[in-house]
Every structure is written in structure tokens, then in C-alpha cells.
């Protein structure tokens, strides 16, 4: 299974058909995925739409609720798991959105995020037309190997991360946003990251390590996530 090509083509899906979908191909795929951390709790549930409450135009046949507590890299553990899952939809035809703006029905604190999804005819696109920042701008210099991050989706396409290279791999960001896109984006953009770094990973797959450092530079307007090293 090679999730890496998806990156390039893939879409949030907001156009949805009529379909059932196996969800044993979901559970399945799900017991093979790989952790930011593994000590990381999350779990996962799938819901019609008749369970869920949406805040926007557009409506999925399923959405998945994602879970997780409230301990350290639970958002960017939850981002890098749950891309994993929606690159492998896509690459079986399926299309599926990060939706802020939906949550279950039945209320649960450890709620964190839902993904649209469905069968869909509004998936894929050609490499060239992603709205993107330029490499140069979301890292210390211009590196090809940083354009499956530069390609990830993120909470309104707000691209959060930044990228410094150093001896022992990449020291990775998180935007810091001012006060009054803070509020909305703050815990969305955590997601975000993690979704870049999964596409680091699904890149990288063989190389790819995350790891935290205690001592690293500090870049003014910006958090320190964590090291890569791919
Ligand atoms: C954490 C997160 C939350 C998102 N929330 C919504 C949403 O509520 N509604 C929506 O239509 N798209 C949502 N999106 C999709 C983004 O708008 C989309 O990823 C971004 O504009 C880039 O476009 P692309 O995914 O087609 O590359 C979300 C994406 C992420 C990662």
C-alpha cells in the first residue's frame, strides 16, 4: 500500500454520493497504523449523519469522531494518525474532509474533531493546483524534502508550521496566532501539525523518528513541537 503518492492528488472532499462502505476496512486499517507516541491515548467512532451536528453547507453519509485525552501531543497524535486514515480512503476511493465545524450528538468531553467521508466524486486534483505557502517561507531554507508537509491540509488552510533544519534532523513549529484567530484555531492548528507530519512520515517511511528536545532554539511567533529526523 503506498499512501505516499496520495499526498499529490489528494482533496477535502465536500460532494458526497449516495454508497455503503465496509467499515471492517476502516477498523482494519486502523490496527495498523502507526503513533506519533504510542503511550498516546486516542479511539475512534463512526457515525451516519443522523448523529452528528453540522455548522456548515455541506453534508458527509459518515463522519468519524475522533477521541483523546487531555496529555501532551494528544491533538498532533490525533492529526497524525487520522491523515494516515484519510490518504488510505482516498487511495481506495473514498473522500473524506477534517471538519471543525461538526461533533457528535451525543456530547463526550474527550471530543476532539470529526473527518467527513464517503464515496465521492470530488477528490483528487493535479500536483500544481494546491494553494500553498512557498517552501521558502515555511522553512529555514528551501528543502524538497519538506513539499509532502507543504502539501498538507490544515484548519482553514491556516498552514501553521515552520521548519528548521539543525545537525541532528528538523526542528518543527507551530505558528503561535494572534489573539483573535487564536481562539478559534488554536487546538485546530495542533491537529494541523500532526498532519504534516504524518505526510513526513508517509514520506519517509522507512527513516522517519519523532522525538522532543529539551534544548532548541526559540523562534519568536512560533512553539516548538518536536524533531524529525527522515
Ligand atoms: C483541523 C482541520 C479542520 C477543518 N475544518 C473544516 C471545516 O470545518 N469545514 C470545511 O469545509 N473544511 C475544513 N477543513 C478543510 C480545510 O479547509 C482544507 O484542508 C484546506 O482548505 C486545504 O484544502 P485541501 O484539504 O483541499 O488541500 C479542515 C481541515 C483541518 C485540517
Given at each position: 500500500m503506498n499512501?505516499?503518492?496520495?499526498?499529490?492528488?489528494?482533496?477535502?472532499?465536500?460532494?458526497?454520493?449516495d454508497g455503503e462502505i465496509d467499515m471492517d476496512i476502516i477498523n482494519d486499517f486502523m490496527s495498523t497504523v502507526?503513533?506519533?507516541?504510542?503511550?498516546?491515548?486516542?479511539?475512534?467512532?463512526?457515525l451516519t449523519l443522523d448523529e452528528v451536528n453540522t455548522r456548515i453547507?455541506?453534508?458527509a453519509p459518515y463522519y468519524l469522531a475522533?477521541?483523546?485525552?487531555?496529555?501532551?501531543?494528544?491533538?498532533?497524535?490525533?492529526?497524525?494518525?487520522?491523515?494516515?486514515l484519510s490518504l488510505y480512503l482516498q487511495s481506495i476511493d473514498?473522500?473524506?474532509?477534517?471538519?471543525?465545524?461538526?461533533?457528535?450528538?451525543?456530547?463526550?468531553?474527550?471530543?476532539?474533531?470529526?473527518?467527513?467521508?464517503?464515496?465521492s466524486d470530488d477528490k483528487s486534483r493535479d500536483a500544481d493546483s494546491f494553494k500553498r505557502k512557498k517552501l521558502a517561507d515555511i522553512s529555514d531554507y528551501e528543502d524538497e524534502k519538506l513539499i509532502p508537509a507543504q502539501l498538507a491540509p490544515s484548519a482553514m488552510n491556516s498552514q501553521p508550521w515552520f521548519f528548521k533544519h539543525c545537525d541532528d534532523g528538523i526542528d518543527v513549529y507551530q505558528v503561535k496566532q494572534n489573539i483573535l484567530k487564536r481562539k478559534l484555531l488554536n487546538d485546530w492548528n495542533h491537529i494541523d501539525m500532526g498532519i504534516a507530519l504524518?505526510?513526513?512520515?508517509?514520506?519517509?517511511?522507512?527513516?522517519?523518528?519523532f522525538f522532543k528536545k529539551t534544548s532548541?532554539?526559540?523562534?519568536?511567533?512560533?512553539?516548538?513541537?518536536?524533531?524529525?529526523?527522515i
Open positions: 499512501l505516499e503518492k496520495q499526498i499529490y492528488h489528494r482533496k477535502s472532499a465536500r460532494n458526497y454520493l502507526k503513533t506519533l507516541d504510542e503511550s498516546i491515548n486516542y479511539h475512534y467512532e463512526i453547507g455541506w453534508k475522533l477521541y483523546a485525552e487531555n496529555e501532551d501531543l494528544a491533538l498532533e497524535n490525533i492529526g497524525f494518525v487520522f491523515q494516515q473514498i473522500g473524506s474532509c477534517w471538519v471543525g465545524m461538526a461533533s457528535p450528538k451525543k456530547k463526550d468531553k474527550d471530543f476532539v474533531i470529526a473527518i467527513a467521508f464517503g464515496k504524518a505526510h513526513m512520515y508517509l514520506s519517509n517511511i522507512d527513516t522517519f523518528e532548541f532554539d526559540e523562534l519568536k511567533g512560533y512553539t516548538y513541537t518536536g524533531s524529525v529526523k
